[in-house]
């Protein structure tokens, strides 16, 4: 059956080669540019759009706390999509007038403080959330030159223009560097910076040199703990307790006196875009723009080293960024039109195998519509991906395409090359479509996109094609006479003195690869590991914003603590988690619900809840000893006086009745205070009680590294109530340690997935040989991921996804050598035949792909950058 359909299929595409041509066109232009008129994709912004989970343990509650804590800063009453009746006999409250709660928030006071002037004896408000820059000098001597000093002191007149420009927005006015720091350490009473001369640095650099053998206890008495207190403050001489003196060993100074190159920090004073936003303070990119403009040129006119800058603007330049990246895959295209020019001897042929590749996408970009109108950004990748890709498949055609054509070389020709790269092509595709089956948005869309492309990429390369090699054959054998002048050379060279090298000396290659691929895997489980100090990174690591975020914790002590945020988990009864609506969309959830199976309708319900928060607040990471609303409620219950003809609310005393219940709660907020930390809840139609929340505080911190954030989760998990769920307060912690956990697991599960799928494929064309194909693409992997390991490599979403592309690439080229191997003749004639023929297909395959992977290295952006960089 098989074969009756392949013979009609070849015998059809041969005769009527035009149908073949114009049909395939049609597809992937016509259908899909209709499908996108009615389906329009948009571009995210938002670098991160689908960097996010779902249908996971942890996701459910974050995001239904993510909708009810914005309402719980005003009021205790939330709108829920299915309002809870009130019962009748139930008497309603008065309605008090909605007044903003007070919140929890390192910007509450923020304008509250204000300070006009470089020295200061308190600490300055909020000081870790400014933006800041980072210059490199030789050591830490030369922080005490006085040529650098005055350059850095004047850095705030030449950027005062785009600084004046936040002036509306923040409170203060004064650069703090260690120009500024010094002329207030020094005890002549500088101004400011511009009257430092030698015999202030003389001053300064003593007290500094004395100071720094003291750090630790200054630290230590500043602290939250101490407050100026300890034992350790009375030792510290009086030169070295100032705050100026604790800021510049703290904030300013790195960790290592003895580092060379020596960093040095300045704090601008102007806020990070988050640290605004944070405040609900609109401010314009822009205006980071031109300050960072500003400071880069004169950077280079004081020809200092700039380094790193702190400014929180990645994810608002990451999409021009990322489109800018995205024309570097034309310059990729360009190169591999060249060599598959060169292979073809036709121009015409490698024109109509770009316009192929750039089919697919089109037609790629029809379905896709019909799932989801998001499209990350990762999604930009795939084009680089197909050039590759598709490549492969061009050189495999033309090599194979008879010469002496008839219908019977034809079909020949067609079975078997398709049959081959339908292999190559699914081996590819399952990958991809593994990734649907993942947690994380982002996995799911560019799986979803990227195995579409490759399927469309298959159908034109069994259809367009070859059905244009028929149409050159025929008629336009005029285009196909380009000839290369060393193609001869390097043919000898790829088809017989590389195959004869290979085998002669197989042994030892094997030994040695052996050995390779072995230690490989040795380093990749030491040394391949996911972020540590910065969670998602967006653009290349020379990037001065990305040099912060993966260097500033390395260096400076304040980073720590500024990340080590208290992690607090809040308790919610009564409130239903929330659940993805769509598998490609990443705001399609479910609505906010109150859950119908809960309610505090008896005086057993009341104990359950106070009883389950007791024991949380007994837990030795929590400790918490203020009583909750619940047993306060309890406590006041007890006391409550009861008499016959009254409502009790004493539910010890036989007077009280569990109907009477709804109203003692409720009464009881008159007397109990309760707060954005403690509240229960109520329905804001109907005014039902629905639940309640409590925020529970642990001494536990955050921290960006994995293996300590999975022991904190795990120790948070401990206080999940009975009946409710847990979240933390801040719910980005939960993201970001959600996605972490996702990529492990996807990544495992989808490199497991695809050697199983590879392993099926390869015994169905290599039979037994697939054996020694599988342990060949582990060696590919394993040698692979060591070498990126030791190039500085960490496994974030990018790195995940790559990993599982070098297995469907690896069994492409394994498989080039399966095909070629013949069926009869003695060993080494069959490994001579398959290393003759292979050898050239999969050298012209790898250097395609390392072309158009050289071609991203002057990428700007981390995801291009790191896909021309594995190929």
Known sequence: MIERVGRLY?????????????????????????????????????????FDTKDTELSGPRLAWARIQPSLMFSNRIAFSNPRPIDTDVQQPTVQPVSKRVRRSWADNLLSAINQVACYDSPIPLMDHLSQVVLEVPNYDAIFDLKFLDKLCQMQPNISKPLSRFDSFTPYRNIWSVANMFACISPNLRVNCT?????????????????????????????????????????????CSSQIIHDLFYRLLPKNRDDSPFLVNTFLPVFTLTGYITQNIPVDVVLYDALESSIIDYSKKSKFELKGLLMDVKRDRLLAAALRDSILALLAAGLVMIVVAVHSQSLLYAFVVILLLALSVVGALGVYSLFTDEFPLLNLVTFVLLIAIGSDDAFLLKSNFPNHLNEDTFHTFLTHTSFTMFLTCFSTVVPFFINITSNVIVFRCFGLFAGVTVIFNYFMVVSFLPAFLLIQHRHLDCFSGFKFPYRSVFSHLLYVLLPHALIQGRYLLMALLSVVAIGGAAITYQGLHLPEYNPLQLFTSDNLHEWYDNNAEKNFEFVSSKIALPLTSRLVWGVEPIYSLSTFRANATSPLRSDPFFALKTASDVHKIARSLEKARQLPFVNHQP?????????????????????????????????????????????????????????????????????????????HRFSKLTKSFEMLEMTKPDNGWWAPEWWLMSTWFDLLSSIVQDCLSSVGGSLLFVAIFAFIQLKWQALAAVVTIAGVICTSSAIVTLLGWVLGVLEAVILVLVVGLSFDYTLHYGAALPEQGCAEHRIREATSKGVGPVTLAAFTSFLAGASMLPALTHAFYQVGYIY
């Open 10 to 50: 070849s015998r059809s595409l041969y005769r009527h080669p035009t149908v073949f041509l114009i049909v395939p066109l049609l597809i992937t232009t016509v259908i899909p540019s209709i499908l996108l008129w009615f389906f329009p994709i948009r571009l995210s912004q938002n670098a991160e759009i689908g």
């Open 195 to 239: 009257q430092l001369d030698e015999s202030d640095i003389k001053i300064v650099r003593k007290t500094i040199d004395n100071c720094w053998k003291y750090r630790t206890p200054i630290f230590e008495c500043r602290n939250e703990k101490c407050q100026g207190t300890c034992s350790s403050c009375r030792e510290l001489p009086e030169e």
């Open 627 to 703: 009583k909750f609303w619940p047993e306060r409620f309890l406590d006041w219950s007890d006391k409550y006086p009861c008499a016959r003809g009254f409502l009790c609310c004493n539910m010890s005393n036989p007077l009280f009745s569990d109907s009477y219940l709804d109203f003692c709660l409720r009464n009881s907020t008159s007397f109990l205070a309760t707060s954005y930390n403690d509240t229960p809840i109520f329905d804001n139609q109907t005014f039902a009680f629905v639940g309640y929340t409590a925020m529970l505080p642990t001494t536990l911190k955050y921290n």
